[in-house]
C-alpha cells in the first residue's frame, strides 16, 4: 500500500466514552461534601481542570464551593493524615532564637 493512502485509513481500537464527573442531577455547592471532595488531591489541594475533566464553568463553581467549605470549617485547609500516623510533631527551628549574639564591640576602652 502507498505511504499517500495509509494516512487516511482510521485505527480499529474501540473507544469508550468516559462519563461526566458531575451528572446532570449534581448540584455544586459547599454542603456537598461527597461531590467536593472527589476533586481534592490526598493533600488536601484542589485539583486542575485537566485532571478533573471539567469544563472551566465548573470548575470554577468547584473551588468557590471548596473555598466555602474550608472557610466554613467542613472541609480541612490541608490534610496532615501522614503526620498524624507516624506520632511525629512538625519540626521547630528554636535553635536561632536561642542563640546568643555575638559581642562585635570590646568593652575595654583606652583611657
Not at 470548575?59 to 507516624?86: D, G, M, V
Request: glycine letters at 4%.
Amino acid at each position: 500500500m502507498d505511504k499517500s493512502k495509509r494516512l487516511f485509513l482510521k485505527s480499529k481500537r474501540s473507544f469508550r466514552r468516559r462519563l461526566p464527573p458531575i451528572q446532570s442531577g449534581d448540584r455544586i455547592d459547599y454542603r456537598n461534601m461527597s461531590l467536593i471532595s472527589r476533586f481534592i488531591s490526598e493533600q488536601g489541594k484542589i485539583l486542575s481542570r485537566r485532571v478533573n475533566r471539567l469544563t472551566l464553568k465548573e470548575q470554577r463553581l468547584i473551588t468557590i464551593a471548596i473555598k466555602q467549605a474550608r472557610i466554613l470549617s467542613s472541609l480541612p485547609f490541608l490534610n496532615n493524615e501522614k503526620q498524624f500516623e507516624r506520632g511525629e510533631s512538625p519540626a521547630r527551628n528554636t535553635g536561632f532564637r536561642n542563640r546568643k549574639k555575638k559581642a562585635y564591640f570590646s568593652i575595654e576602652s583606652k583611657f
